[in-house]
């Protein structure tokens, strides 16, 4: 089974401005995570896309095809949006999404999906990503979700809930052009804990992750 690695990032960001060039340590958000994923060894092939010309030519130095992003896809696009255009533009079956906004996933974890993912059971898992469990008290508008009222358990004894995190996510090409996303519908859950966890979204998270960067986690 060959699997591709996709990194795509644009320059506009609405919390952290120029997020993607923003040096994290020695080096930038993108340019850690283009090392990161050539350095695992577990790749067929490699891409980047991105609205950036300096980042395009760097990763194009580095080995990574570049899939050009339209105009039409420079504001907020979403995955699902983007998505099955980057898909059309791989020439391999499997692809393995990276976010260089989560720059303390280790390569032990990155390998160890890709391996995880070759042999799951396609009748039962469409995909893999990474998660994270909650155990906390949750609500949507009107009840709770994960316990109840009348009777209210103990934090560790809650029914298990997940947050989606987007550090990694492998799936088909067929199922990304199908649901739009890099999700699948039953997805193998790789549960990851902080500090690996930190999706870089806010000025907040920046400096956290930088925290445990000093603290070589």
């Known amino acids: 089974m060959k699997i591709a690695v996709l990194i795509a990032t644009r320059l ?8 993607s060039l923003k040096n994290f340590g020695r080096q930038n958000l993108t340019n850690i995570k283009l090392l990161q994923a050539k350095r695992v060894g ?16 760097h990763a194009k130095k580095l080995g990574y095809e570049i899939i050009l992003r339209p ?15 980057l898909a059309n533009k791989i ?13 303390l996933i280790s390569d032990q974890t990155i390998i160890k999906a890709v391996k995880i993912y070759k042999k799951l059971d396609k009748k039962k898992y469409d995909s893999l990503s990474t998660f994270e469990k909650c ?12 316990y109840s009222v009348n009777k209210q358990p103990r934090s560790q004894d809650l029914k298990n809930v997940y947050i989606f995190n987007p550090a990694i996510a492998i799936i088909s090409k067929k199922k ?11 997805p193998y859950k790789l549960i990851i804990h902080k500090p690996e966890s930190i999706d870089i979204d806010t000025i907040y ?13």
């Open 12 to 19: 506009a960001s609405k919390r952290i401005k120029n997020k």
């Open 42 to 57: 577990v790749f067929d092939k490699l891409y980047f896309s991105s609205d950036s010309l300096k980042l395009n030519n």
């Open 71 to 85: 105009k039409k896809y420079l504001g907020d696009s979403t995955i699902s949006e983007f998505g099955p255009f």
């Open 91 to 103: 020439s391999i079956d499997n692809i393995c999404y990276l976010t260089n906004t989560s720059p």
């Open 135 to 146: 155990n906390s008290f949750l609500w949507d508008e009107k009840k709770p979700i994960n």
């Open 176 to 186: 990304i052009l199908k649901l739009k996303n890099v999700c699948g519908k039953k």
């Open 205 to 217: 998270d920046f400096h956290l992750a930088k925290i445990y960067k000093k603290r070589k986690i």
